[in-house]
């Protein structure tokens, strides 16, 4: 068994380095979310169950932990956005996958220089970091909060979620990559979509292309991925596995619903939210995607509830300038879907409930009003 060391320290080179002292001593490790209040500290502890904490005044407490196996590099909770986060465990290997395979598609005639602005706690910050240990990158460091001003400390890529991305000038980078939340409907042709996981050790399909050595099969309808990337296990069970085309049961299930379509992958959003109402299928984020299109919605998000009628009526909670959209959103709805994706409830909201990474967090939208 090896020690899992909590890293208690904010992004920059500090973390840099103590990634780089765990993996030289063979140990693993998990990097603390900074931003949790102390009640929510104390679960997300108890979650990773780390053997020691590592805080940036260099003080290294043991506390009543586990272990990991031999081989394990990295424990990371999942972002939580359809239910209580999980505890997934990524080996050494998985994590150099990762950074080899990102490097190797991004470099051009350069290794691409990273500019760090994603929070390390979530796989997609994270990465971004492990490619300057792991890999050949050059991690420029500066403030966090500011990805526009990388450019000027001589940083080429930047990997984004879509607020950030509103906040800086793409033209700017050599190569933008955007995570988290449904894109922007128009994007500058050097942003790069991405789609990924913790458990797939980050993105591993870019502009809707599986990176190289990531294999992708839809099975009843569900998105299933083998790739060398792939986490080893949860902290409290097995990795699930699925049998795939080829009869092998090595696959890892993840609970998206997609379709392939020549080798582009077109993910359709969570199993578990899918809105059946009146026998209609209507996925949520792309109901999202049409109702942020209309003339005053900031932010808009659609869940669905149970109905005696209906089996479940389709609610969309809206973020706007204005509470007087109801027609043009269902008029919106009914063009670019059909007559059933019309939402029935339409609840004017001041914030929509969303993961540091700009998910939508699914699970509390029926309590939002």
């Not at 986490?231 to 090595?250: E, I, K, N, S």
């Not at 109702?291 to 659609?302: E, F, P, Q, S």
């Not at 706007?320 to 063009?335: Q, T």
Request: glycine share 10%; with cysteine; aromatic share 4%.
């Amino acid at each position: 068994m090896r020690d899992l060391v909590a890293l208690d320290l904010a992004l920059g080179p500090d973390l840099e380095r103590a990634v780089r002292e765990v993996a030289d001593a063979g140990d693993a490790f998990c990097v603390l979310d900074r931003r949790l209040s102390p009640r929510a500290r104390a679960l997300e502890l108890e979650r990773l169950a780390p053997t020691h904490v590592l805080d940036a005044a260099g003080r290294r407490a043991r506390r009543e932990g586990r272990g990991v196996d031999d081989g394990v590099g990295l424990v990371m909770l999942t972002s939580g956005s359809s239910g209580t986060p999980k505890a997934a465990e990524l080996s050494w290997a998985a994590l150099e996958a990762s950074a080899r395979i990102t490097q190797a598609t991004l470099r051009d005639d350069a290794p691409p220089a990273w500019f760090p602005c994603l929070p390390a706690c979530h796989i997609g910050g994270l990465a971004v970091v492990l490619r300057g240990v792991l890999s050949d990158a050059t991690l420029v460091w500066g403030d966090p909060e500011r990805p526009d001003t990388g450019p000027d400390l001589g940083a080429s890529h930047v990997a984004v979620v879509r607020a950030q991305l509103a906040r800086l000038d793409p033209a700017r980078y050599r190569t933008v990559l955007l995570g988290g939340a449904r894109p922007p409907h128009a994007l500058a042709d050097n942003v790069v979509t991405t789609w990924g996981m913790t458990e797939t050790g980050s993105g591993v399909v870019y502009d809707r292309v599986a990176l190289p050595g990531v294999e992708l099969a839809v099975v009843d309808g569900e998105l299933c991925v083998r790739s060398p990337t792939l986490f080893a296990r949860y902290r409290d069970r097995a990795r699930p596995t699925a049998v795939g085309p080829d009869g092998r049961d090595d696959w890892f299930p993840t609970g998206d619903a997609g379709r392939l379509d020549d080798g582009r992958l077109t993910v359709f959003g969570r199993l578990g939210y899918v809105i059946n109402t009146g026998g209609e299928k209507v996925w949520p984020e792309d109901l999202e995607a049409v109702l942020a299109r209309v003339a005053g919605v900031t932010d808009v998000a659609v869940t669905g509830l149970a109905d005696d009628e209906w089996g479940e009526r389709v609610v969309a909670l809206v973020v706007a300038e204005a509470r007087d959209l109801d027609g043009a959103l269902r008029a919106a709805a009914e063009e670019a879907i059909g007559p059933w994706a019309k939402p029935k409830e339409i609840r004017y909201v001041t914030a929509i409930p969303r993961t540091t990474s700009g998910k939508v967090r699914r699970g509390d939208l029926a309590h939002v009003h």
